[in-house]
């Protein structure tokens, strides 16, 4: 197992621009989830996918954030018209479903400052 | 509804002494717990879970923890604190459905 990654690591941008996040989980697992940091505190749900499909989403994912997960392999995250409130640290995680589903195993994450 | 509480944002300890993180949880369901570790602008490591069985629980680093149903808790502890020991540890909850609850962390910082 290669782990779960992440691209990219850090991201700056400016208010009102849009922004996507790649994330390839452990491969196999059939269960990725987004979660978001913010700094001093821990990690947040924002939503997971088994496979291809989407299943929950958190209050905290507003409608200019969207998450796919076209082929059930890796994953994206977009931020359209980004808000400095957007700042923070969005973290990527996968479980496999059959043996280990409540075992998450996380990615080093995407660092977002919004200007 | 299920939450984490974790007493103490900030712990120090002298290299070599006792490290110990508080963690009290509640959860309408019997969870399962989970001790992460994270160091500086990286993600988070698994040190630990408690599912069913064993209620003294071994991780990596030479970490355990143990889980006390009557008191809702899950401390984590160490023997004998390294430098590499600093980091920050995050307590979380999964109650058997999708999603991983944290509590707010806990920094250690580690005194030669």
């Known amino acids: 197992d290669t782990g779960v990654s992440q691209d990219p690591r850090h991201k700056i941008t400016k208010r009102g621009q849009n922004v996507t996040f790649r994330c390839d989980p452990i491969s196999e697992h059939n269960r990725l989830y987004w979660y978001r940091q913010t700094l001093g505190q821990g990690p947040e749900f924002l939503t997971y996918?088994?496979?291809?499909?989407?299943?929950?989403k958190s209050r905290l994912l507003s409608d200019r954030f969207s998450a796919e997960r076209p082929k059930g392999s890796f994953s994206t995250l977009e931020i359209q018209r980004t808000e400095q409130g957007d700042s923070a640290m969005y973290l990527c995680?996968?479980?496999?479903?059959?043996?280990?589903?409540?075992?998450?195993?996380f990615g080093p994450g995407t660092r977002l400052l919004v200007l | 509804a299920q939450s984490v509480t974790q007493l103490g944002s900030h712990v120090s300890v002298s290299e070599g002494a006792l490290v110990l993180l508080r963690c009290n949880y509640s959860?309408?369901?019997?969870?399962?717990l989970f001790w992460y570790v994270q160091y500086p602008n990286q993600g988070l490591q698994l040190l630990l879970k408690y599912t069913t069985g064993a209620t003294l629980v071994k991780g990596i680093n030479g970490f355990e923890a143990e889980f006390k149903k009557s008191e809702t808790s899950f401390h984590l502890t160490k023997p004998s604190a390294h430098m590499s020991d600093a980091a920050e540890y995050f307590c979380?909850?999964?109650?058997?459905?999708?999603?991983?609850?944290f509590g707010a962390g806990t920094t250690v910082t580690v005194r030669a």
């Open positions: 979380a909850v999964y109650p058997r459905d999708y999603k991983l609850s």
């Open positions: 996918f088994q496979n291809e499909a989407q299943l929950e």
């Open positions: 995680a996968s479980s496999h479903r059959d043996s280990d589903p409540e075992t998450q195993y």
């Open positions: 959860s309408s369901v019997p969870p399962y």
